[in-house]
């Protein structure tokens, strides 16, 4: 029998009293529903005739790739993917751009082990929480697949993803999770359009359309189906042309559409780069924005990554640019490389100066063409608080291990308050810019050091003293076994773990606290606060920083 609770849980967030979800969210479902134990799949029929209507089998019917079925989406699951139900057999879905609530016809794709995957056909009944999204891009762009997602609903389902994963990924029962008050609520970002500092806009020789639009091409238009945008999700080769993102500030729109108003103009001679011939000039337009620290006005970096060294084909749009006061540099990376990336092999400066600037916790970086800095600003100083609360320095005699340290911006947040910090980093230009950012904020008690951290050996950490904290940020694979091996034998006496990929963070919590068997590996710490951190509104992506305490064991 339905109970009063979850009648009023399955009713859309406006109209339900807000509040952070419970185990009875309809946000909420087990991402160990995806791994469950099924029956053996029923025999395909021969025919390969597709239905919208729901035939009636037993719980083990798997649907056949291309087949149409009705669909009930219940939840948004890691990455952003609706977690769909077969109406009549629950069989799991995944779909793309689903939101909760949603009934749709969907066209099965895939076929994964125990669910399949599959593609909006047609919505039959709209989501909850749905709202209309200002960008126009937003149906085919991957950058903010959430956009049209009530953002109050869009944190809850991060909130559910972080604790499902922790849960079945991490092995942590939810009583220690809320009860002991580990999990905590998600903290939200209050400036939801604008936040990045940094937008990378690819070349290419076509621009891509929906099927919808198929019939406006023109072949023999030349330059005009030139593409500068965003890649089609899932597409290396095929790109969206964007004249504008609201994600990016409005000096860096500025600059694109100023690009885009001349760069196709066949007198000027560019080229867009073909990533199957392998021929074409222009690769990427990379945008990064700063502050001054002096009046703090918007700083803007423009770099061409370009195929080959052209100083004079590129001054063009060199002077175009240029002509914006907030442009105060422009970078060419020179990449010959047929791979995709925008770091180039050699870097020339081409006006103003070669880095812009930032503040961040009341210091101030530098910030170059291919240096990795937090993209949004304004959350990255309520991430590195939250880092410095759970590091809990009380004396300033602390060690500080700094683990992926990056530009060195964690460390030296934290190098203020404590005796000394030791970063490791495998990217050289990242080290040689934390160590130019120590310099220019006078901080004298920070060592930065380039090294590989998957690959260590029993070498590392006699170079530094025993830590009292060890902060570690790792890139999205997590830590490797290494790493954790010497974490566990080193006991430092407390851990903060700040990941921007929670299902590979929720792993390494396992290990941490609770070994790994097969490997004969016993844990030796207690996970004592995990708080999600939205950084990126509209998007899947979802930060946590996690505070563990060493077990006397």
């Known amino acids: 029998m339905a109970t009063i609770s979850n009648l009023t849980n399955t009713l859309p967030l406006h109209f339900r009293k807000f509040k952070f979800p419970s185990s009875s969210s309809p946000y909420r479902f087990p991402l160990s529903t995806l791994t469950c134990s099924l029956p053996e799949p029923e025999p395909e029929p021969n025919t390969t005739t597709t239905t919208t209507s729901i035939p009636k089998t037993p719980n083990s019917y798997f649907p056949k790739r291309g087949q149409t079925l009705e669909l009930l989406c219940e939840s948004l699951a890691y990455k952003g993917k609706g977690l769909c139900k077969v109406t009549d057999t629950g069989f799991v879905v995944m779909v793309d751009r689903a939101l909760p609530g949603e009934r749709f016809i969907g066209r099965i794709t895939r076929k994964k082990g125990n669910y399949a995957e599959a593609t909006k056909v047609e919505t039959l009944t709209p989501p909850f929480d749905i709202v209309d999204a200002p960008c126009v891009y937003v149906p085919h762009c991957g950058g903010c697949k959430t956009q049209n997602l009530l953002y109050q609903a869009q944190i809850i389902a991060k909130e559910e993803q972080v604790r499902d994963l922790v849960i079945h990924v991490g092995k942590f029962s939810h009583k220690e999770l809320e009860l002991n008050g580990i999990m905590k609520p998600i903290v939200p970002c209050d400036i939801q359009f604008h936040y990045r500092n940094k937008m990378e806009f690819s070349f290419g020789p076509y621009k891509w359309l929906p099927k919808e639009s198929l019939h406006e091409r023109n072949f023999d238009a030349g330059s005009e189906n030139y593409a500068l945008g965003l890649h089609v999700p899932g597409f290396f080769d095929k790109i969206i042309n964007i004249d504008k993102c609201l994600l990016q500030s409005d000096p860096a729109n500025k600059v694109l559409a100023a690009i885009q108003e001349c760069w196709r103009d066949p007198q000027l001679g560019f080229s867009p780069y073909n990533v199957h011939s392998h021929i074409g000039f222009l690769k990427h337009l990379m945008l990064r924005s700063g502050r001054d620290v002096t009046t703090g006005l918007p700083e803007v970096m423009v770099n061409f990554v370009t195929s080959s060294y052209k100083p004079e084909l590129l001054k063009v749009l060199v002077d175009k640019v240029s002509a914006f006061p907030e442009v105060v540099s422009i970078m060419n990376n020179v990449n ?140 999205r694979p997590g830590m490797h076994m290494k790493l954790i091996k010497f974490l566990l034998n080193l006991r430092a006496p407390r851990i903060v773990y700040v990941s921007c990929n929670p299902a590979t963070c929720a792993r390494d919590l396992d290990y941490l606290c609770h070994g790994v068997a097969e490997l004969n590996i016993k844990g030796c710490y207690k996970l004592i606060g995990l708080q999600p951190v939205d950084m990126f509104p509209h998007t899947p992506h979802i930060e946590c920083v996690c505070l563990l305490e060493l077990v006397d064991l």
């Open 336 to 475: 010959t490389s047929v791979g995709n990336t925008s770091v180039g092999e050699e870097e020339y400066t081409l006006h103003g100066k070669s880095s812009i600037t930032e503040t961040l916790r009341g210091l101030t970086f530098q910030i170059s063409a291919n240096s990795f800095f937090q993209t949004n600003t304004h959350q990255a100083e309520v991430l590195y608080k939250l880092i410095e609360e759970c590091a809990g320095i009380r004396d300033g005699s602390e060690i500080v291990l700094d683990l992926f340290c990056g530009t060195g911006t964690i460390g030296l947040t934290l190098a203020r308050s404590v005796k000394h910090v030791y970063g490791y980093e495998v990217v050289p230009q990242a080290i040689a810019d934390a160590r130019l950012n120590a310099k220019l904020n006078g901080i004298q008690n920070a060592t930065f050091v380039q090294g590989d951290l998957n690959k260590i050996d029993e070498n590392f950490g006699k170079s530094f003293p025993k830590p009292d904290i060890v902060i570690s940020d790792p890139n």
